[in-house]
């Protein structure tokens, strides 16, 4: 197999890179397993059984696919043979950031939907990434077995169903073409030059969208174009359009032509004419697909597995011409009979192949649009790249295996791999002539024996246990890569290039170090140097050595675990750009502090975390500020996997601390009810005036006094800043004049202005004043967040502000010296807004949805001495200041928490919900909405629940319903707790129903002492409250 794989790399028109996508349980790893089957890396029985890419333990446990896994096959259709190779990703939430590195280095890509439950969360979510990385998708509708044997449908609402998900899926597809070809256009505003006075030549607006002259001719789904296969993995068969109509053809001999058009639609058989005639549905006919296609399909199935007739499986056996032996017959199982049969009549993996080498894109016709997707980021322009880095763009595109390429490599993730593996380490088998001298050596030694000590013998043959021992627990990382251009060879040496390379500040006479490595580089230095040793082509569990790799194909490279952290590209040349970030759509959320058991194997659990670190693309490593070593996941099932994996490095036994959930700190509008539902009394409200809320506080020297007032901001508004964090990012580079205008795409000063006008919008339809988007000083926390920093500083007007529209290079006439002292600290100032927004004065949490207003800012210029201050630096005592009167002024205002939530999809049998609904509300969860899904009991729950009472929900859930509920979490949003942490009873309706104790539970006071606690802040809480008196009823006797 190694040979036939490497003979067919060489033809890159040849080579189709295609991963696997679904929602989780569709049956992904059950089609990838029939593929491999026939190449006969595997038995055809056990497809699905064996699961042969899930290679972990814990894969094999749950029965789900944790990790991309690739494995190249071979096929032959049409005398032309061609190399495939397949990814197969993970289905599970948890897991989404390894679809997108999967889907990183491939051309094209199979979408499988379980016909019974239909378009899922996460085949929407995998299709919107493929989408973004322009990728051929191709759709797989699986699982039909379910609905003959499970769901026993007729053949006229199968085919009905089927449309329904076609028709689900390819909205979908429209949603997504939509939206791009809209983001793309603007409207423009054309003057009319028409001698036609009667319009009096006003402006008119060309308000044309694109969409009327964009073509999606080839973007959905559709059965006649044999983009969608009708399948049941777990049966081993499946067709096209295509198959389904070449058997027919050569069955009744009707023109295959003709049946590829009308085999799928509305189009029905007339027996009296014996032609093919539209408008089935209309005429109360059956569509010929159900005919001639599904009612077949049903009699099988009838036969084999609900009637068990063996006179009538001889029949179908008979007539489809099929070798079916009497032990066939006999069988037992009807899996295996069914199995045996449509293997032979229609195989799933002689459908699925020939789909993806027919309509699947070789690496030569990759489209100018995704190389310069892949080399620039669309906030930045194609044009402002150095020449030489503009000229790869036709390496990318010819692909060609020449020396004179430039060689560009994807490395789109490290992934561990058990060193004894390998395949330097595999024990081969012996030769004849190595036979013979082991057989001399050993009666030399046992001639010998009695001048040899016995111990040394011993003690020789537990240091080769010993070795062998490390050996099994070492593990090394592999790179999962792509060669986009160029051949790699064992022993060439490259330029390894980080995320954060910036070929704009490359020149000729930089040199590189051949001993520099991620260890020992700094900040500004992203370039390392490294020598090619091994090169694998990934075969599933297996790696085969090869001594070179050339363009269009998926390979694997040892020996760059010491220049790679995550992910990175290698060149030949230091002027290719690398490859942009992933678009990751999960964001991790939970974590949790590690260290290990015994204290001094702390090295050991360091050099653990790096090594997950390199190896999980969805993972966050981080050292707190106390020291505490944290991992940040994406999920429950994300963690236990992330300590299975540091246990396995490490070798040492882990304590790991309760997850540690996030919160974020914000005020609110004073509000008009307690908590009993009751108004405010009027006098209360009036006595707290606007102009209290504002905080004045002086520097330390007195030199300068500050005034600022804390308001919450619209949520609209916060909405916005949320969801445009990239472009903040280059408003605030801008601003601080770090970057040059010059290099910004048009689409993206468009996406500035559009941002600039919504923000507005916004603003004014909240009762602010017109001008506050004018006034935005800077955005935080990290100058990208969703808090606000306003300057309404009456006299200080040359601010820097976010979206001037007014000159702020004006005279310099009436200039003070205050003012020049102002403009100088006018970035100690921000900072201090900045370090206010990063922790809050709740517990240390970042601040969000919080606008801070500057009133005013004055300074004394008398006999101030920059140097030889004894309070240290003015700028820092500006800093200070600042940030202490931002907390102070967030304190006087209605302070709340707000939690981190996760958006839950269940499905769920109708006979469980009561159940489900029980479980979400002890937990705090809210249900948003509830459909039944169509010709079925299963319902489509959607809710939010909080990520701090999320843990253990899934088993929960399922125990309840005894395993009819499956929930899926992903993070969404964050809601505001709407109570008050430090509320006590106050009004008499209160003390009425909360008691004079108030012993019930608080929750935001509940969840902001458990972060205190952990934090080590103070918290005002009493070991012993409310004590009385145990009274016993019982006498002592």
């Known amino acids: 197999m190694k040979d036939i794989v490497k003979a067919l790399q060489d033809r890159v028109d040849n080579i189709r890179n295609v991963c696997v996508l679904a929602h989780v349980d569709h049956g992904k790893t059950t089609l990838v397993d029939t593929l491999i089957a026939s190449n006969g890396i595997i038995s055809q029985r056990m497809a699905g059984k064996l699961r042969y890419l899930d290679s972990r333990q814990d894969e094999q446990q749950r029965g789900i696919t944790m990790k991309c896994s690739a494995i190249s096959l071979a096929f032959q259709t049409n005398n032309i043979p061609y190399l495939v190779n397949v990814v197969d990703s993970p289905g599970h939430v948890d897991f989404f950031g390894e679809v997108s590195t999967a889907i990183r280095l491939c051309d094209g890509c199979i979408v499988l939907v379980d016909v019974v439950e239909g378009v899922c969360s996460q085949t929407k979510a995998a299709l919107q990434q493929a989408w973004i990385e322009k990728l051929k998708p191709l759709l797989v509708l699986n699982k039909m077995d379910r609905l003959f044997i499970e769901k026993k449908m007729t053949s006229l609402d199968i085919y009905m169903h089927l449309l329904q998900i076609l028709e689900q899926i390819n909205a979908f597809l429209a949603q997504l073409f939509t939206t791009d070809v809209l983001g793309k256009c603007t409207p423009n505003t054309i003057e009319t030059k028409s001698q036609d006075q009667s319009d009096g030549n006003k402006p008119t607006y060309d308000w044309s969208s694109g969409l009327d002259d964009s073509d999606d001719s080839n973007l959905y789904f559709t059965p006649e174009s044999g983009n969608v296969v009708f399948a049941s993995a777990i049966d081993g068969w499946g067709f096209t359009i295509g198959d389904f109509s070449k058997f027919l053809s050569k069955k009744y001999g009707i023109k295959e032509e003709v049946l590829n058009k009308t085999l799928w639609g509305d189009f029905y058989l007339s027996s009296k004419e014996k032609k093919i005639m539209k408008g089935a549905l209309s005429k109360a006919r059956k569509p010929i697909f159900v005919t001639m296609v599904l009612d077949n399909i049903l009699a099988i199935y009838e036969a084999i597995a609900i009637k068990r007739d063996k006179e009538m499986i001889q029949k179908i056996v008979s007539s489809l011409d099929i070798k079916f032996t009497t032990r066939d017959v006999n069988h037992s199982d009807p899996r295996s009979q069914l199995q045996t049969l449509f293997s032979q009549w229609f195989p799933i993996s002689n459908a699925v192949l020939k789909m993806i080498c027919q309509l699947v894109p070789s690496p030569k016709q990759i489209t100018e649009e995704r190389v310069e997707n892949l080399m620039c980021s669309n906030t930045k322009r194609f044009d402002s790249l150095p020449q030489k880095t503009q000229n790869l763009k036709n390496d990318f595109i010819k692909c060609s295996s020449d020396r004179e390429s430039a060689l560009i490599i994807c490395v789109s993730k490290m992934f561990s791999f058990e060193k004894k593996f390998l395949p330097q380490f595999k024990q081969k088998a012996l030769t004849h002539e190595e036979i013979n001298e082991r057989r001399n050596k050993l009666k030399t030694k046992q001639l010998e024996e009695s001048n040899v000590c016995n111990g040394d013998v011993i003690i020789k043959e537990e240091s080769n246990g010993v070795n062998e021992e490390i050996l099994a627990n070492d593990n090394v990382l592999i790179a999962f890569a792509r060669v986009f251009s160029g051949t790699i060879r064992t022993g060439d040496t490259v330029f390894v290039l980080g995320p954060k390379h910036n070929v704009n500040k490359i020149d000729d006479s930089i040199v590189i170090d051949d001993n520099l490595t991620i260890d020992n580089l700094t900040s500004d230095q992203h370039i390392t140097k490294c020598c090619i040793d091994d090169l694998y082509i990934l075969m599933g569990r297996e790696l085969e050595a090869v001594d070179e790799v050339k363009a269009g194909n998926i390979l694997g490279i040892g020996g760059l675990d010491n220049h790679i952290i995550k992910s990175g590209t290698l060149s030949t040349t230091m002027y290719c750009p690398p490859f942009i970030d992933l678009h990751l759509s999960t964001i991790p959320i939970l974590r949790v502090a590690l260290e290990p058991q015994n204290p001094t194997l702390m090295p050991k659990l360091i050099d653990a975390l790096k090594k997950l670190n390199q190896a999980d693309p969805c993972v966050d490593v981080k050292i ?154 800077s955005f935080g926390p990290k100058y990208c967040g969703t808090n606000l920093l306003i300057n309404r500083i009456p006299d200080f007007k040359r601010f820097n502000s976010c979206f001037a529209k007014y000159d702020t290079t004006s005279s310099f006439n009436d200039f003070t010296i205050s003012d020049e002292i102002r403009q100088q600290c006018e970035n100690s100032f921000i900072s201090g807004f900045q370090l206010a927004t990063l922790a809050g004065p709740l517990c240390d949490e970042p601040l969000m949805s919080v606008c801070f207003i500057a009133e005013n800012w004055t300074v004394t210029a008398d006999n101030m001495d920059w140097y030889n201050d004894p309070f240290g630096p003015f700028s820092g005592q500006i800093m200070s200041t600042v940030k202490e009167c931002c907390k102070k002024s967030f304190q006087a205002q209605p302070q709340r928490l707000m939690a981190a939530m996760f958006s839950c999809t269940i499905q769920v049998d109708s006979d469980a919900l009561g159940k489900m609904y029980a479980v979400l509300g002890r937990r705090h969860g809210r249900v948003l909405d509830g459909d039944i899904q169509e010709g079925s009991d299963i319902f489509n729950v959607t809710a939010v629940l909080p990520v701090i009472e999320s843990f253990d929900f899934a088993n929960e859930i399922r125990k309840q319903t005894s395993g009819k509920a499956c929930p899926q979490l992903v993070f969404s949003h964050w809601e505001i707790i709407d109570i008050d942490p430090y509320w006590v009873p106050t009004t008499e309706e209160e003390y009425a129903l909360f008691g004079e104790k108030s012993d019930t539970q608080n929750r935001g006071l509940k969840y902001m002492n458990g972060v205190r606690k952990r934090k080590g802040l103070h918290i005002h809480e009493k070991i012993v409250e409310f004590a009385e008196k145990q009274r016993t009823l019982t006498r002592n006797k």
């Open 624 to 777: 707190q500020e106390t020291g505490e070593h944290v991992i940040v996941t994406t999920g429950e099932v994300h963690l236990q996997r992330c300590i299975t994996d540091l246990t396995q490095y490490s070798s040492i036994e882990i304590n790991c601390s309760e997850p540690i959930v996030p919160f974020r700190e914000t005020i609110v509008l004073p509000p008009k009810v307690d908590m009993t539902n009751e108004l405010i009394a009027t006098q209360r409200t009036n006595t707290d005036s606007t102009e209290s809320k504002s905080i004045e506080l002086f520097t330390v020297n007195k030199k300068s006094k500050v005034k600022i007032i804390a308001k919450p901001l619209p949520e609209e508004v916060c909405d916005i800043l949320g969801k445009n964090s990239s472009l903040l990012k280059v408003i605030t580079r801008n601003q601080r004049k770090s970057s040059d205008c010059s290099q910004i795409t048009e689409q993206a000063m468009n996406a500035i202005e559009e941002l600039r006008s919504r923000l507005k919008k916004a603003f004014i339809e909240s009762d602010w004043p017109e001008d506050t988007i004018d006034h935005i000083w």
